[in-house]
């Protein structure tokens, strides 16, 4: 059954005022649905009610065709980081009708890498307890020194930090659908590497490679999703990823208490990544190339410009359930290429390696590579170290079990998740983070205090901890890799993202190393108090610096808010 939705590539031509300068040429989304017969929007549909106007389509088989729309009166500073203003384009331009189907399969095969991601933060939980264990590990070398046991534990990051550093001067050549086969392969390899491994070397050698897969997945899977998903749902699918990262946690969590009483239970808990990759790999090579990136490479003559295009255009018939070159598809990817090429005119064929250090490339690595930053330095892992202890003092059983504790707040995590998925394209990005780092500032400040002067009150800590896992999981969770994935000019979006990925797992590593020290010279109550300071700066970050994107295609987010 096909579903009326606003159109992930669409655009209307406009004729320009008169007194509109001839250097400026009007900026067109990319894939526009040219040959919708959607009537237009009613004029009640749009929030903010402004001056009526009427643009005439020039690919109109009749020059007398119009489209009536709604705009917001004002200048290009109305779009600026610190207003809350919202775009009415996406609520006045027409529609495209799509099948579900059609828009899930190109999501579930990517969002796997993320599942993929979650599962190896679940199942090393578990895996450490059963590779250490005289008993459980089944071999001669479980006496792990604490440097051998770290290097166990965060020998994916180390693989995550490399992977993103290897895909920024490539992305753009592999490719978002080469990216992520490469992505699953190595993953494969990782998990049966580290599953099969006779000895420590060999299992630091898989876990290394299962950090490049989790460093090419975390950067290829939102690009992919992002360019190739509807614009008005972009919010919900890239947000689902959050989710199935969460769902691979929750994975992770359970196959490891269900193993961690059996003998070399940790090959298990690792191995079975082996066969989740090999899916994600088989269903990305069924899957066509993302028809923008398609585009870029012909834009930046990377080939023949005819057989690019050609690509281009069944690779949207594919992804949109068409038959293969329609009409349709045929219509919206011509004039797409119509408006990048005309933006490559003027300038390079190809961005430089530091052009994301430039202009409105800078101006989104600000905004993205902020979030990222700050969803690692608020003290997420550090909070969730506290988990068990903070149960056991409001009398929970289950504090005394570390692996039921860990499934209760997975459990959470994963249903405030869901609220956040359903809600990101009804009530906008900047709402969510808005009101869920707020939340997440207040809950470490309630935490600091429970630790130095409200220890008789444990529920507090209790109330305070589930508002801090629900706050982050509506906010720094999902929102900074849905905005990771939008806010980056095509031009430079593989370069972007890479170095957003890379600024995130880089802070993860901080975080994982400055906790020990800053714990025993802090406390923690005093650590709460510095991980408030560090979420009210956030707050201030996404209330000044941090835009809306909701519902505005890639290329209206480029136009209007970067430039």
């Given amino acids: 059954m096909a579903f009326s939705t606003r159109p992930l590539f669409h655009h209307t031509h406009f004729s320009p005022p008169l007194h509109q300068p001839k250097n400026k040429r009007p900026v067109i989304p990319l894939f526009s649905n040219a040959l919708s017969t959607q009537p237009p929007l009613r004029s009640s549909s749009c929030r903010f009610r402004a001056k009526f106007g009427t643009f005439t389509n020039p690919t109109s088989s009749s020059s007398s065709k119009q489209f009536r729309f709604s705009v917001k009166v004002g200048s290009q500073n109305d779009y600026s980081s610190g207003d809350e203003a919202q775009s009415l384009i996406p609520e006045a331009t027409p529609q495209e009708d799509f099948s579900w189907v059609s828009v899930i399969i190109p999501f579930v095969f990517p969002a796997l890498g993320g599942l993929l991601f979650g599962y190896d933060i679940g199942a090393t939980s578990g ?63 990782g998990g049966l590497i580290t599953g099969f491994a006779p000895g420590l070397d060999v299992l630091l050698v898989g876990r290394l490679l299962y950090g490049i897969g989790i460093g090419m997945a975390m950067h290829g899977a939102p690009l992919y999703i992002a360019e190739t998903c509807p614009s008005q749902i972009r919010g919900t699918l890239v947000s689902l990823k959050e989710l199935f990262i969460v769902l691979g946690i929750l994975l992770g969590y359970l196959v490891g208490s269900f193993q961690i009483d059996a003998i070399g239970g940790w090959r298990y808990m690792y191995g079975i990544s082996g066969p989740i990759a090999l899916l994600m790999g088989i269903g990305m090579w069924l899957l066509p190339p993302s028809p923008r990136w398609l585009l870029l490479r012909a834009a930046q003559g990377k080939g023949s410009v005819k057989e690019y295009k050609e690509k281009a255009i069944l690779a949207l018939s594919k992804l949109r359930g068409r038959p293969p070159g329609d009409k349709v598809s045929e219509k919206q990817i011509e004039e797409t290429f119509v408006t990048l090429k005309s933006v490559y005119a003027v300038e390079e064929s190809e961005g430089s390696l530091m052009e994301v250090f430039q202009g409105p490339s800078l101006k989104a690595f600000i905004i993205a590579g902020g979030l990222v930053l700050f969803q690692q330095i608020t003290g997420q892992p550090s909070v969730l170290y506290y988990a068990g202890p903070i149960l056991q003092s409001a009398g929970f059983s289950a504090a005394a079990d570390a692996t039921k504790v860990s499934v209760i707040i997975g459990l959470f995590k994963f249903v405030m998740t869901g609220v956040a998925v359903l809600k990101v394209d009804d009530l906008g990005r900047r709402p969510l983070l808005i009101l869920g780092v707020s939340g997440l500032t207040l809950s470490l400040f309630l935490l600091s205090a429970y630790y130095k002067f409200l220890g008789g009150f444990p529920l507090v800590a209790v109330a305070s901890l589930l508002l801090y896992v629900g706050c982050y999981q509506i906010s720094f969770g999902p929102i900074s890799w849905l905005m990771v994935s939008e806010i980056f000019p095509l031009r430079t979006r593989g370069k972007g993202i890479s170095l957003a990925v890379l600024t995130n797992f880089g802070s993860n590593a901080l975080v994982t190393f400055a906790f020990s020290p800053l714990k025993e010279a802090l406390g923690a109550d005093n650590l709460f108090l510095l991980f408030g ?17 909701k519902g505005l295609s890639l290329e209206e987010i480029e136009s209007k808010i970067l430039k």
Avoid: C, H, K, M
Wanted: glycine residues 8%.
């Fill in 533 to 549: 300071a560090i979420a009210l700066v956030s707050f201030l970050f996404v209330l000044l610096i941090v835009p809306e994107t």
């Fill in 127 to 189: 895996a450490t307890i059963s590779l250490t264990s005289a008993e459980l590990s089944g071999t001669t070398w479980f006496n792990l020194t604490a440097v051998q046991l770290g290097l166990v534990v965060s020998g994916s990051l180390y693989g995550a930090l490399f992977g993103s550093l290897l895909v920024y001067p490539i992305a753009d050549f592999l490719g978002r659908r080469r990216e992520l086969i490469i992505a699953a392969a190595l993953y494969l390899l």
